[in-house]
């Protein structure tokens, strides 16, 4: 649950930009770090040439042999998990419940490991030919050049993948790393299958077509649905999408959407979604905060289109992901930060409709937004909270600001009037009186503080008030998440020894 030291988890520690790294929590430290310890002692034990080694010539170039084969060897029975790990469908995943981005995580640190074991792989064997005279003559031999190309392909790889990459860059981030993943594979293939190596390959080939396969499978079974798009307050895009009827939810879980479109429909986006019934069909909802890629493409879009609205053909893969545990605690806080809130919603909403007399936890929610057109987007899932036992606070953080960019929201809805949504609708009735206050009242279920929430004390306060164990559950910007992390863990040992877990929803591997 900690972080590994301090409050830094799901931001990143800064190197000056370039070599800026997400760092993995304590429990993922001790794992990765137990993982490096084994993967010494397995190459350092049993390696002992003897002197004047009646193959090699010397115990030094016998040791320089034995750890030659040891380190390939290892590196490529190491491949079937560095795959399996980088996969969508993994079912280690769905054994241990364990979240994606922690298999990314360990994902980078074997790939890391592995690469120092091929390079160390390479440098022993090229001194085990020069020392034969025969590195000339093999290197015009494919098993060795092809060896050569799958290391050079690794090393790009390892480069390419530092975090400044991929968040910047991300799509080509994502074609690099295939393309060079096949010329490892393939590479590795042709440098050992002539050993008789070749079927410690299939393992990985096995679990990446496997994971392509179930993606090619999860699209066709959602089908391409036509679905409408909406610009709903300033950078925030709504999509409804209308879902086959098998299709599971999983409350917190996010899907991977294809905007079909010619110049992205390659590219798919995770987004996490709640459900809605419209007209009696089952819908999800997916909210899609506005970046510099693919949603600003479609902020553009439409920007240019009347009433802000267009349909479009989407795919959709998933659902991915899981809910917390935290429907076991005698209470549960979930707290969201700006657009983090749709798959915090969709939880608590979740645990509140399955509660039943025997089984029912104390709920409560937690929103922080910046100023109170920051709720527009979200208002019919505020009202529909209503008639839950979910106590709701939203904390409004830039009182001073928050009327002007309301109004200013409003007036721009309301001057396009082709399209009539229920939010222009909204807006123009709520222009007219006090906005806020109505906002209010029509919210009434809900309680409004402005300022910036006091996370310490909040833990502390909803700790001291639970009569048993209880959940943190985060989502929203990096900085709220760790704080709610770090205030969580350090009232584990809390005086009344009431059970407390911190669960976070928010996934970061870019
Ligand atoms: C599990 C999960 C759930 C998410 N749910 C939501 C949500 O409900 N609402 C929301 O607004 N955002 C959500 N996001 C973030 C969302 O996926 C990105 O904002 C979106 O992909 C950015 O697209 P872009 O091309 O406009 O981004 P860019 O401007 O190109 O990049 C912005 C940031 O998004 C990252 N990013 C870009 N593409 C991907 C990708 N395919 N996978 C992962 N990260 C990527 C980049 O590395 C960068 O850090 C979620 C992310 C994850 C991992």
Redesign the pocket.
Same mark, same amino acid.
């Given at each position: 649950m900690p972080a590994l030291l301090g409050k830094t988890r799901a931001q990143a520690i800064s190197g000056f930009k370039v070599f800026d790294s997400l760092i993995p929590t304590r429990f993922e430290m001790i794992v990765i770090s137990l993982f490096y310890i084994f993967i010494v002692i397995i190459h350092a034990v049993h390696s002992k040439g003897v002197a004047n080694d009646p193959i090699y010539g010397s115990a030094y170039m016998a040791e320089i042999r034995y750890s030659a084969d040891r380190t390939g060897i290892v590196a490529t029975f190491m491949m079937p998990l560095l795959f399996l790990f980088a996969g969508r469908n993994n079912f280690l995943q769905w054994v241990t419940g364990i979240n =994606?981005?922690t298999f990314l995580c360990y994902h980078r640190h074997i790939a890391r490991i592995m690469f120092m074991l091929v390079v160390i792989h390479s440098v022993n064997y090229t001194i085990l030919l020069v020392q034969k005279h025969g590195l000339a003559v093999r290197m015009a031999q494919p098993w060795l050049y092809w060896g050569v190309l799958a290391t050079v392909a690794g090393g790009i790889i390892l480069i390419q993948s530092i975090l400044y990459l991929?968040? /910047?860059w =991300?799509?080509l981030f *994502?074609l690099v790393h295939i393309v060079m993943a096949v010329l490892y594979v393939v590479g590795t293939w042709i440098h050992i299958v002539e050993f008789g190596y070749g079927t410690y390959l299939y393992p990985t080939i096995a679990v990446w077509s496997f994971d392509r396969l179930v993606r090619i499978c999860r699209l066709l079974y959602f089908g391409f649905p036509e679905v409408n798009v909406k610009l709903v307050g300033d950078e %925030?895009i709504k999509m409804c999408i209308p879902k086959p009827k098998h299709w599971k939810i999983i409350p917190g879980g +996010?899907a $991977?959407v294809h905007f079909i479109k010619p110049t992205y429909f390659w #590219?798919? +986006?995770? $987004? %996490? $979604?709640t459900n809605c019934s419209d007209q009696g069909e089952d819908k999800i909802v997916? =909210?899609? @905060? *506005? @970046?510099?890629?693919? %949603? +600003?493409s479609l902020y553009k879009l439409l920007n240019k289109s009347p009433g802000k609205m267009t349909t479009m053909r989407i795919g959709i893969e998933g659902p =991915?992901?899981e809910s917390t545990p935290a429907k076991y605690s005698d209470k549960a806080v979930f707290i969201a930060g700006g /657009?983090g809130i749709?798959?915090i919603y969709s939880e608590v909403a979740d645990i509140a409709l399955k509660s039943t007399s025997e089984r029912k936890s104390v709920l409560k929610l937690v929103w922080i937004i910046r100023d109170y057109s920051s709720l527009f987007w979200f208002h019919d899932e505020l009202v529909r909270l209503k008639n839950t036992n979910i106590e709701t606070t939203i904390y409004v953080t830039k009182t001073d600001k928050n009327f002007d960019n309301m109004n200013e929201f409003i007036s721009e809805n309301s001057k396009e009037g082709s399209v009539k949504s229920s939010e222009v609708e909204k807006s123009e009735s709520l222009q007219t009186t006090d906005a806020v206050e109505q906002l209010k009242e029509e919210l009434s279920h809900v309680c409004f503080e402005e300022g910036r929430p006091n996370i310490e004390q909040i833990i502390q306060d909803e700790i001291k008030e639970s009569s048993g164990s209880i959940s943190f559950v985060a989502c929203g910007h990096p900085v709220m998440v760790d704080e709610v992390r770090y205030y969580s863990c350090k009232n584990i040992d809390n005086a009344e020894k009431k059970r407390v877990d911190f669960y976070e929803q928010l #996934?970061?591997?870019?």
């Open positions: =994606y981005s991929r968040r /910047n =991300y799509e *994502v %925030t +996010h $991977f #590219q798919s +986006h995770p $987004f %996490t $979604f997916m =909210y899609m @905060k *506005v @970046k510099g890629g693919v %949603t +600003h =991915y992901g /657009n749709p798959g #996934q970061i591997w870019a």
